[in-house]
C-alpha cells in the first residue's frame, strides 16, 4: 500500500478573515500550497526554495481546482490532509483534503510539472524524486 497520508496543521488568524468573518477566499489556495511545501519538507527534507535554489528543479503549477464544503474560520485548526495522486513523465498531481472540527472544509486538486529551473525547461524530475513520490501515490477516494 501507498505511504500515509501527510497532514499539515495551519492556525487560521483573524487576519486571514474578510468582513464575513471567515477566511478570504483567496487565502484557501495559499493554506493548500502552504500544506504541499510541508509534504516536499517532510518527506524531501527540501521545500519548493531549498528545490529550486540548490537542486535546480522547479515546480510550477499548470492547474488548481479547488471544492468548497464548509467556511474555514480562526475557531479551529485546518487539518491539511495531502498526498501525491499521479506522477507523469514530467507532471505531479496532488490532493489536500482539508478540514476544522471535524468537518470538511475544502478538497483541492493541483498539478505541476517539473522544470530545470534556471532554464525554465519542462524535464523529468530527479530519479530520487521520482522515487519518493513513487512510493507515496495514492488514488483520490470517491467523494
Known amino acids: 500500500m501507498a505511504g500515509a497520508v501527510f497532514e499539515h496543521e495551519i492556525r487560521v488568524t483573524w487576519g486571514d478573515c474578510d468582513p464575513a468573518r471567515i477566511a478570504y477566499t ?3 489556495p495559499m493554506f493548500a500550497l502552504d500544506a504541499i511545501n510541508a509534504w516536499w519538507e517532510h518527506h524531501l527534507g527540501d521545500g519548493w526554495y531549498q528545490m529550486e535554489i540548490d537542486r535546480n528543479v522547479g515546480t510550477p503549477f499548470v ?9 474555514v474560520t480562526p475557531r479551529h485548526r485546518l487539518i491539511c490532509r495531502v498526498w501525491p495522486t499521479r506522477l507523469g513523465e514530467t507532471s505531479i498531481g496532488f490532493r489536500v483534503e482539508a478540514s476544522q472540527g471535524g468537518k470538511p472544509s475544502f478538497s483541492g486538486d493541483f498539478v505541476c510539472v517539473f522544470i530545470v529551473a534556471d532554464q525554465f525547461r519542462k524535464s523529468p524530475p530527479p530519479n530520487d524524486i521520482r522515487a519518493l513520490v513513487e512510493a507515496h501515490l495514492r488514488p483520490v477516494a470517491a467523494e
Open 63 to 71: 492547474h488548481m481546482a479547488l471544492d468548497f464544503r464548509s467556511p
Open 26 to 28: 483567496g487565502r484557501l
